[in-house]
Structure formats: C-alpha cells, structure tokens
C-alpha cells in the first residue's frame, strides 16, 4: 500500500517518509529528554506533529493523481513539502531550546518563527483549497460520492485551518483558562476551559475520513444514493467542527467536570504540549 503512495507523488511520498522516522527518532529521545515546555517533555509536540505531518504528506500524495493539471500538483507538493519540513524544522529546533513554538513571542527571534510559521501555512492552505477548485472545473471518470467527499473534505480542511488562524490570532488555544493545565492524556485537551485544537483537529481529518466512508459507501448502494450520504455526513461533520470551535470560544470545556484526584490519574501517563 505505502509504495503506491510513491508511484503517485514521489516527492510527497518521500516526505511523509521522513515525518514516518522522524517520528521514530522522536520516540526513542523521548524517555531520556530532559528538557520540558509547561512541565511536558519538549519533545511531545514535536513528536506529534511529525506524525501529523506524515499523514498529510501522504494524503496529499495519495490524492495528486485525481487532479489533472501537472502544473498544479508540481507547485502544490513543492510547496506542501517545504512548507512541512519548516514547520516541523521550527517547532524540533524551540523544543530543543526548551521554549514554545507556537504563541511564543518573547523574543524578536521567537516571533519571527511563529510568524513565518503561520505565513507559510497559510500559502500551504491556499494551494490545498486549489485542489478543490480543480476538481469542480475538470471532468473525469472519478465516481461521483468519492470526487465530492474529497471537495468537501478539503473545504473542511480549509476551515480548520482557519480555526488554527483564530488560534494565532488569540495567541492561545485554550480560551478561559491557562495552556499546559490539566488535560485529556497525550492530546491534552484541556479539562479546564475551552481547547480549540479539538474543532482543529476533527476539522483537519476530514481530508481522510469522508473519502474513506465514500469509498466504504459506493460498494454497498448506488452511486446517487452514496452522493446523498457523504452529503449528509459532510453537513454533520461541519456541524461538529462549528460546534466544537463555538464551544470552545465561549470558554467552556467538552469534557465533564473531575475530581482533582480523577484528573491527576488521567494526566499522569502523558501530557501534551501546546
């Protein structure tokens, strides 16, 4: 199945590669690390990105075959690459320093990386939300459930995307309360006030997972009756994400309320960063 990746975009195919190791390396530094951002092991998020990143990098990859213009997926997997690679570059080399990648604007040299960070990811979703253009305008002999779940994963994409601008934007993920507080184990979304990171990351999955259901769909019922399903679930998940990031701003936190001794034992194993 990976090789296949290679066949259709080499280039992407070998990023996501490299996230796949980094993410290896990462794991094997991790329990001997010493250093830690908010009382976390700095390595967490550099760890959890790279995994992140390996995910897009082959989505991507796996996808360029179904846009038809060459010039476009070219710039898009350059662009995509790079802009991977620097992220990822930013937030090994801050963890290192001991200090936050992201809303960290202590120092000229500190804001200067968030801010290219941010630029780039914003000409890296511009590129992305292209695709979708594309694969309106062409014909092809796609099947239709499965072209439009990837339209609509895409602008899906795109608005948690815009949700990590907000994010930037309020210089915090956590609205209500403190970042690194108490938090659901390894992704850390926050117990304590409002975390948008989670409208972020349902939203950014999107990418993934309405393809896969539309794929799962078109074996089991006609192709009209697909399209109206993915349709369906496309406006229910929108719906979460909207939700989950309304939720968010108003400061209120989606997990019940727990006993100081409940959310102790859940954090304790693994913490995330920012």
Request: a positive charge.
């Amino acid at each position: 199945m990976v090789y296949k990746l290679f066949l259709r975009n080499r280039l992407l195919g070998w990023t996501g590669a490299l996230f796949f190791v980094w993410s290896l390396v990462l794991l094997l530094l991790l329990p001997g690390f010493e250093k830690e951002v908010l009382g976390v092991n700095a390595l967490v998020k550099p760890l959890k990105f790279a995994m992140s990143l390996c995910l897009f990098s082959w989505t991507m990859a796996w996808y360029s075959p179904l846009f038809k213009d060459p010039v476009y997926v070219r710039r898009m997997s350059i662009l995509v690459a790079i802009t991977s690679v620097f992220e990822q570059s930013v937030i090994h080399l801050q963890a290192s320093r001991g200090r936050m990648s992201h809303f960290n604007q202590e120092t000229p040299l500190d804001g200067i990386l968030f801010a290219l960070m941010g630029i780039m990811i914003v000409w890296m979703t511009v590129a992305v939300a292209m695709g979708a253009f594309k694969l309106r305008q062409q014909s092809d002999a796609l099947s239709r459930p499965y072209k439009r779940a990837v339209y609509n994963g895409i602008w899906i994409f795109v608005v948690a995307a815009m949700v990590g601008g907000v994010m930037s934007a309020l210089n915090t993920h956590v609205v209500g309360a403190a970042m690194g507080g108490k938090g659901l184990p390894f992704l850390n979304w926050s117990f304590e006030g409002g975390d948008l990171r989670i409208a972020h990351f349902v939203g950014m999955h999107a990418l993934q997972l309405l393809p896969w259901l539309a794929c799962k769909l078109q074996v089991r019922m006609s192709a009209a009756v697909a399209l109206t399903r993915i349709q369906q679930i496309s406006f229910i998940y929108l719906f979460l994400v909207l939700f989950a990031f309304i939720h968010a701003v108003f400061g209120k936190s989606i997990f019940p309320k727990q006993s100081e001794a409940q959310t102790a034992e859940n954090v304790y194993s693994f913490n995330l960063i920012p």
